[in-house]
């Protein structure tokens, strides 16, 4: 089992990564009260799991699907906690995907002003990316993650057992932000173009995952609140959170066309170096190509860059922001006025359609 310590100035947290690590849930959850909240899949996987680590615990169940991260359901969290009767040494244990580790981490981050919180990510997509950072939020007005708050876990528990039970298309959820990592980090790209395999591959996706986490850990430790670096990890989604908005698709699959527009339209301004953008976006449409294929829809790509003026991302000039790869192990911001940036996806899109 793999340790990371996230170091922050003002925060240090742990991160565990390897069979097993779930296990440490029993000196965690020993000694004080406790509270759990859980998606409904994974309640109802594993009911074996929750009787031995929270058989002494309230565990709120969370309907699965981010249409469920509302701030109607935090609310029902929140009331839960204090119906439970938690105090400022409790402690709320998040076990499930990127959902749960969201509102149950913002729900730790109010509760009291702030109670100590443990993830257990149970997703590819949370066990590579957003389980780690703490970042916490629910949507608002159709509006991704717009009221939220950086709330540190104290530990962050990642175990891959969890990820066998996945469907194919969440599999492909977790690849989506894992390539996004490849466009940040030389040795994760290498892997992914060099891999002769499908990158479907369960067994060769959880061994970058050690990767992805001290990638993550050590930009989060440099800046935790988004001043800066941290922004990197956005590359691919502006657009992508615009589609996933306007489409219902999964978050990862999103991410892989949120990168596969940026790269084009940064390549077409000059920004990303065309030889390194055509490697990446040929990484990408591999990613998509795996089953199941889902397209968006290509006809109502310019309404869906609507969604993109809201993005929490942009600054107070109107522009469109987007973080994109420039080079193998670089990065950079990329801004364009709103209409250069909807003609731009719609032009694309064109092209797409044609080759989709």
């Given at each position: 089992m793999e340790?990371?310590?996230?170091?922050?100035?003002?925060?240090r947290g742990d991160i565990y990564i390897g069979e097993g690590a779930a296990e440490r849930l029993r000196g965690l959850a020993a000694g004080q009260k406790n509270f759990a909240v859980a998606d409904s899949n994974v309640?109802?996987?594993?009911?074996?799991?929750?009787e031995r680590y929270f058989s002494d615990c309230k565990i709120f169940v969370l309907p699965a699907g981010e249409e469920n991260k509302t701030f109607e359901n935090l609310g029902k969290i929140l009331s839960a906690m204090a119906e439970a009767g938690l105090h400022r040494t409790s402690r709320l244990f998040a076990v499930g995907g990127g959902?749960?580790?969201d509102i149950a981490g913002l729900a730790a981050a109010l509760y009291m002003r702030g109670i100590s919180c443990v993830q257990v990510p149970t997703t590819l997509l949370a066990q590579v990316d957003s389980g780690v950072g703490g970042k916490t939020a629910v949507d608002l007005s159709?509006?991704?993650?717009?009221?939220?708050a950086f709330f540190q876990p104290c530990e962050v528990l990642v175990d891959p057992s969890f990820v066998k039970t996945l469907p194919p298309r969440e599999i492909k959820c977790g690849l989506g932000e894992i390539v996004k990592y490849a466009a940040l980090d030389e040795g994760i790209f290498d892997a992914l173009e060099s891999r002769e395999g499908g990158l479907d591959d369960l067994d060769f996706l959880v061994s970058l995952i050690p990767a992805c986490v001290r990638?993550?850990?050590?930009?989060?430790a440099a800046d935790e609140r988004e001043q800066g670096e941290r922004k990197s990890l956005n590359v691919g989604h502006t657009t992508g959170h615009a589609i996933e908005l306007s489409s219902g698709m999964s978050h990862g699959e999103c991410v892989l066309w949120g990168m596969l527009f940026e790269t084009e339209l940064a390549e077409k301004y000059g920004v990303c170096d065309g030889a390194f953008g055509e490697r990446l976006r040929r990484l990408v449409r591999r990613a998509l190509e795996i089953k199941p294929f889902v397209l968006p829809d290509f006809?109502?790509?310019?309404?869906a860059a609507e969604k993109a003026?809201?993005?929490k991302k942009n600054a107070d000039d109107g522009n469109i922001r987007m973080a994109v790869g420039v080079r193998k192990g670089e990065w950079t911001l990329f801004s364009l006025p709103f209409e250069k940036y909807r003609a731009g996806l719609e032009e694309i899109a064109g092209k797409l359609r044609a080759r989709f």
């Open positions: 340790k990371i310590a996230l170091q922050t100035p003002s925060f309640f109802a996987l594993y009911p074996a799991f929750f959902v749960v580790g159709g509006v991704k993650n717009v009221v939220g990638h993550k850990a050590k930009v989060v006809s109502t790509i310019g309404k003026k809201a993005d």
